[in-house]
């Protein structure tokens, strides 16, 4: 089942994701902000969160993508650019404290192209996952959240074309 909301207009996509991580917000700004956090769920990474800063994620064998930080307030918000040779979206990450040492997370990826937003929509539900269980103490390797991308795709690309 996918866990994103779409908005569309024309061939602009919006996806966004919502959950509460069992981590106070601190740690899950840690988790979105510091390479060897990032490498534990996400990807390779070198990120300088200050405005201008450089983002660069890898995922070897995949692919990668370079970004600029747009905005950041720490521990509560980081907004960076996704640009691909593909092309060029956003990501804006919210969290914010919902008490007993919980956050909520809120993941908005806008300005994707309906061809890319099943993938991305597949790709950030897999990874968010893979956090869940990093910030609960458990660990997440590549191979896993591939696989859990491939049970995903086809449903997002279910959800996509009915945009």
């Not at 064998?61 to 930080?69: A, C, D, F, I, K």
Request: aromatic share 8%.
């Amino acid at each position: 089942m996918i866990d994103a909301s779409f908005l569309a207009f024309d061939d602009n996509v919006t996806l966004q994701f919502d959950r509460v991580i069992a981590a106070a917000p601190m740690d899950v700004w840690a988790a979105l902000t510091e390479p060897a956090e990032l490498a534990k769920w996400l990807a390779d990474a070198e990120l300088d969160a200050g405005v201008g800063g450089a983002v660069h994620l890898v995922w070897p064998g995949s692919g990668e993508m370079r970004g600029t930080v747009q905005e950041c307030n720490v521990p509560s918000l980081l907004e960076y650019t996704w640009d691909e040779s593909d092309g060029s979206s956003l990501v804006r990450w919210e969290v914010a404290s919902s008490g007993d040492g919980q956050s909520t997370l809120r993941l908005v990826h806008s300005g994707a192209s309906k061809d890319s937003a099943a993938g991305f929509g597949a790709g950030w539900q897999s990874h968010l996952e893979a956090l869940d269980v990093v910030m609960r103490g458990g660990s997440s390797d590549q191979a896993q959240r591939d696989g859990r991308y491939e049970e995903l795709h086809p449903e997002y690309l279910e959800a996509v074309a009915e945009l």
